[in-house]
């Protein structure tokens, strides 16, 4: 990170100016475990320009991905993380397929983060011109952690648990029935 003036107090007369220290900026809007982020993120940019580089989240892979991104702030990716898995477990027929997405996760989570970080960061700072109190304030509710996110999550686990279990007992769909219809069954004939 590059790391420019950083702000000026408001005490002792000196003018309120916006955070100038991008570093401070992306601690606050990163919160809890700024330091490893900052660390990581440095493999994503190259003359300060976003770039893709393989790195491993372990809780994004070891837990539900879609909670750490939620966790994050991260919605869209949350859904997409929620729905993925079992959207392909149903369609394949295959449990397996969510260890597919948890790796997935776990591969490319550092880099979404990272650039949900820059983009935020560069809004607040393209739109926002305002005193250090209020730049620190908008950075920690744009940016930051969901806490009550363990208890969603708990809600959801159970429901996910739940549908995949009804998926597998179903098993998967009839691929020869268009949509919409229900699969032939088998009708007993009334013995003469």
């Known amino acids: 990170m590059e790391v420019t003036a950083s702000a000026e107090s408001v005490a002792g007369g000196t003018t309120a ?5 991008q570093e401070t900026l992306w601690r606050l809007f990163i919160g809890p475990n700024a330091d490893y982020y900052l660390n990581v993120f440095k493999k994503f940019s190259a003359n300060g320009q976003p770039r893709f580089a393989l790195s491993w989240n372990w809780p994004a892979f ?7 991104f939620l966790y994050r702030k991260m919605y869209l990716h949350a859904f997409v993380y929620a729905v993925g898995p079992m959207v392909s477990t149903y369609l394949t027929g295959d449990v397996s397929a969510g260890i597919v997405w948890s790796v997935m996760a776990g591969a490319t ?3 979404l983060y990272y650039w949900h970080c820059w983009e935020h960061i560069g809004e607040m700072k393209r739109t926002s011109r305002m ?3 209020a ?7 744009s940016g930051g952690v969901q806490p009550y996110v363990i208890w969603v999550g ?6 996910f648990l739940a549908t995949l279990v009804k998926m597998i007992q179903e098993g ?6 268009p949509p919409g219809r229900p699969a032939k069954q088998a009708t007993m004939q009334p013995q003469a």
């Open 135 to 141: 730049q620190e304030a908008a950075a920690k509710e």
């Open 154 to 159: 708990i809600i959801f686990y159970v429901i």
């Open 109 to 111: 989570a550092n880099y």
């Open 131 to 133: 005193d250090p109190a």
């Open 17 to 21: 100016q916006p955070i100038q220290d």
């Open 62 to 68: 070891l837990y539900i991905s879609f909670l750490w």
């Open 172 to 177: 998967p769909p009839d691929l020869d029935q």
